[in-house]
Nanobody
Framework: QGQLVESGGGLVQAGGSLRLSCAAS????????MGWFRQAPGKDREFVAA????????RYADYVKGRFTISRDNAKNALYLQMNSLKPDDTAVYYCAQASGDSTLDVRLGAMDYWGKGTLVTVSS
């Protein structure tokens, strides 16, 4: 699973918030775009959000746009996903992953070099 470790998942009521973190190892962290993906029960893994190597460019799936915010702190080798206004449909295992390039366009389900093991987010209602 590479050297990415997610944390921050848990059980939350609909409408609530969670902040996911991804701790990355390696001095090359800042050179690559990063992304968040999720996999709900009975569903394929899907793209959630992407951020460019420097943090200035972001891209989101339509169903999370306006609710989720991806960010990174390269000095801390950390990636974050702030999730607000959570819905039961957001229930999934959330994964961080490292792309092979520096652009948000490089963040694609089938093109990530390293994956974390995931953290479970459960939204109740």
């Amino acid at each position: 699973q590479g050297q990415l470790v997610e944390s921050g998942g848990g059980l939350v009521q609909a409408g609530g918030s969670l902040r996911l973190s991804c701790a990355a190892s390696g001095r090359s962290f800042s050179s690559y775009a990063m992304g968040w993906f999720r996999q709900a029960p009975g569903k394929d893994r899907e793209f959630v959000a992407a951020i460019s190597w420097g943090g200035g460019g972001t891209r989101y799936a339509d169903y999370v746009k306006g609710r989720f915010t991806i960010s990174r702190d390269n000095a801390k080798n950390a990636l974050y996903l702030q999730m607000n206004s959570l819905k039961p449909d957001d229930t999934a295992v959330y994964y961080c992953a490292q792309a092979s390039g520096d652009s948000t366009l490089d963040v694609r389900l089938g093109a990530m070099d390293y994956w974390g093991k995931g953290t479970l987010v459960t939204v109740s209602s």
